[in-house]
């Protein structure tokens, strides 16, 4: 009777499951040791409400270089995590999760790194719920408000908020726990936008299992993300709520039942209820469920798209709100700020390379209506992956880093190489614009390098490219099985035996 060779004395420490352990406690100590308790929430509050991971770490490019090393460490351990999750274990959907939330965990008493958008949240929220007023109403900015909290936002003090109502009525859950207290709230915020991010990575690894993916290997690439982890849990932005619920609507709108059909435009709503930004993909759903009128829906599409774009640009007051946020701005961190960096655009020119970049995206959306692959259910995951990716890549003036996450879970979902090669790489670089918006001066004084940012920019947007190129030429992803077919794999030997 033959009997299995003993494994090899270190065998247990090379197993997946050990393997993605030690990933993840390096990830995890790298955020808490190496962020966390450096740039602590429990900062001068001026400091904490300002935002800015180089308020605190003022040491110019040493500081630089040692959160540079840190991020790197935490992606080795990310990259890492995913192999031991793509070789696959037991369980290893719930340890993703569980994974997302101690990442998260990890992060949470940190102060907002690079971006001051939480402490003016935390604010709307209380105008909301404590004040009963509009927060996307310019009348209702912090500075209007008489409440502790909202005396405390120091960064668009003047300015109205750029959610839904949605978004104020989730975010309003910390409240009856947190009192009036600056500190306490801001942390409210940030374990919203944790939970969210661990409900959005879950609800992707589900999705993901139903198509007959790795469910582990999805729900990872999104929850234990550097770049998610830095933004929800770390800076405590919301687009993780509407990221839940557009996940969900996914996996409701490709099943073959109106009834979920119907359950899956409700969570779509509910996602345009927080933010507007999944509602660019939406006309791609309607494709993929009418595919004989196509060409009909495309051309509502972009007629549609363009009649707002003309409400915008002619200053209408239901479109140019507090909601809309900064869609009408061009951001230092993109293409666009390149490009206006290099003519010298001013207002006038951002104005319209605005009107430019959703231009091409009405274009683009057109043109996957029109010719993508809208068959089966990956095909409607990918399109709307790749209409969401070349929105941030190439077509927003606007885009901010934690807008990745429109893009990521769908990405993650596709099954498709070079999508998810893309999105890894997307994610990644997109630290480096923020390290040399944070550094600037520094870089300029000591490395004597003019526009950190822009060159930052394009190394990040190359390497991207390159990510996805590389992603594509090494071949097509194997389809994943349908749902219900999972079963043993037989040799073909086997299967000639089985039929006689």
């Not at 993703?96 to 709307?124: Q, Y």
């Not at 120091?154 to 500190?183: C, H, K, M, T």
């Not at 790749?386 to 769908?410: D, K, N, V």
């Not at 992803?477 to 043993?488: D, E, L």
Request: with cysteine.
């Amino acid at each position: 009777m033959s009997r299995r060779p003993s494994p090899s004395p270190g065998a247990q420490f090379t197993s997946p499951p050990a393997v993605f352990c030690g990933a993840l406690a390096v990830l995890c100590a790298s955020w808490f040791f190496g962020i966390a308790t450096r740039v602590s929430i429990n900062n001068d509050i001026d400091l904490v409400a300002r935002a800015g991971i180089f308020r605190v770490l003022t040491a110019g490019v040493s500081d630089l270089v040692d959160t540079f090393l840190i991020i790197a460490l935490a992606t080795a351990a990310y990259l890492v995590s995913l192999w031991a999750l793509r070789r696959g274990f037991r369980h290893s959907l719930a340890a993703a999760i569980a994974g997302t939330a101690l990442a998260g965990l990890s992060m949470l008493p940190a102060m907002p790194l690079t971006s001051p958008d939480a402490v003016h949240l935390a604010a709307d929220v209380r105008t909301f719920w404590l004040h009963g007023k509009w927060p996307a109403d310019g009348e209702n900015a912090p500075a209007t408000i008489d409440d502790p909290v909202a005396n405390e936002v120091r960064v668009f003090r003047n300015q109205p908020s750029g959610y839904g109502p949605l978004a104020y009525a989730i975010g309003g859950a910390p409240l009856p726990f947190v009192g009036d207290g600056f500190r306490a709230n801001l942390l409210g915020q940030k374990v919203v936008a944790g939970i969210f991010l661990t409900f959005t990575a879950a609800g992707a690894g589900l999705v993901a299992r139903r198509l007959g993916q790795n469910a582990g290997l999805v729900a990872g690439m999104i929850g234990l993300n550097p770049m998610m982890t830095w933004q929800f849990p770390g800076d405590g932005h919301n687009d993780s709520i509407m990221a839940f619920f557009g996940v969900v609507a996914i996996g409701l709108v490709v099943q073959p039942t109106w009834k979920l059909r119907g359950a899956g435009v409700a969570s779509g709503l509910a996602a345009a209820l927080c933010k507007y930004g999944l509602i660019l993909a939406s006309p791609i759903v309607a494709a993929w469920w009418f595919p004989r009128w196509r060409t009909a829906l495309a051309a509502v599409a972009a007629l549609g798209g363009a009649a707002v774009l003309f409400l915008y640009i002619i200053d209408a007051g239901p479109v140019n709100n507090g909601t809309l946020g900064p869609a009408g701005a061009v951001a230092r961190t993109t293409p666009w700020g390149v490009l206006g960096s290099i003519v010298d655009a001013g207002s006038a020119g951002e104005d319209r390379m605005v009107v430019a970049g959703y231009l091409l995206f009405l274009i683009t959306l057109a043109v996957i209506m029109l010719w993508h692959p809208l068959k089966t259910q990956l095909d409607l995951i990918r399109a709307v992956a790749l209409a969401m990716g070349l929105f941030l890549y190439l077509c927003a003036p606007g885009y901010l880093a934690w807008y990745l996450i429109w893009f990521l879970p769908f990405a993650a979902m596709s099954g498709s190489r070079w999508l998810i090669w893309g999105a890894l790489a997307f994610t990644i670089t997109a630290f480096l614009p923020i390290l040399a918006l944070n550094w600037g001066a520094s870089i300029r004084a000591s490395w004597s390098i003019e526009n950190p940012v822009e060159w930052a920019v394009v190394v990040a947007w190359l390497c991207t490219a390159a990510a996805a190129a590389v992603g594509a030429s090494t071949g097509r992803t194997p389809r994943a099985r349908k749902a219900g077919t999972a079963g043993p794999g037989f040799a073909p030997r086997q299967k000639r035996r089985a039929r006689h």
